[in-house]
């Protein structure tokens, strides 16, 4: 399985920092798109913060 993901700055309503997330799981053989998710995360974390997104799915399953 494939993890395409991509992320934006964003504010919350107070002002603070954020990264806002998107990522799908897809089946490399068919391109068929397997999960969705969404995050938000502290925009101090930066781009790091990608490996504990994959952490995240795969305990839900999502990625071998």
């Given at each position: 399985?494939q993890l395409w993901h ?25 391109g068929k798109r397997i ?26 399953g999502c990625l071998a």
């Open positions: 399985m991509t992320h934006i700055a964003v504010e919350d309503a107070a002002g603070t920092p954020l990264l806002a997330w998107v990522g799908e799981v897809r089946d490399p053989e068919n999960a969705r998710r969404y995050w938000l995360t502290p925009a101090r974390l930066g781009a790091d913060v990608r490996s504990l997104l994959v952490i995240q799915l795969q305990s839900e």
